[in-house]
């Protein structure tokens, strides 16, 4: 990670982050986090992968904000479950399709969801998504760790 050459699931970014004692966002962004209130454009989002990965990628929204109780992101998924594996942590997962469709399978079944769909869920209950359809969908993926 450090010196570029992988880059952490979510799923991974919050088991790290919790056991190094620091805020997710540090991970990918040296700035420091004290801001009550911070606005993040378009142009400061922090890729956590590269462009065009098969296995997918995200960006970090929120950097340089104070302690967060939610973390979003934007993830583009994969179109193919066998590059994603099953993630489960500690907290809960919404998720908010921008654009496109997508697949998320739980353990015991899977969902679909197209543009504008939405769904929330216990992230300890293991899940992967994968995007479905002509082009790969665009979500937005808010994460609430326990701390």
Sequence with gaps: MERGL??????????????LHV????????APADAAITVVRVAD????????????????????????RMLPFVIRPSKDFAVTE?????????????????????????????????????AQIPHRIRSVGVSVAEVLLIVAPDL
Excluded: W
């Design 86 to 122: 099953f993630k489960e942590y500690e907290g809960e997962e919404f998720l908010f399709v921008h654009c496109g469709k997508i697949e998320m399978e739980f353990a015991t079944h899977k969902v679909e969801l197209a543009t504008g769909d939405s769904i929330y869920f216990n």
């Design 45 to 68: 989002h922090v890729p956590m992968g590269k462009a065009n990965d098969a296995s997918g990628s995200a960006e970090v929204l929120a950097t340089r904000a104070g302690h967060k």
């Design 6 to 19: 992988s880059v952490p699931s979510v799923a991974v970014a919050l088991k790290l982050a919790r056991a």
């Design 23 to 30: 805020e997710v966002d540090q991970l990918f962004d040296d």
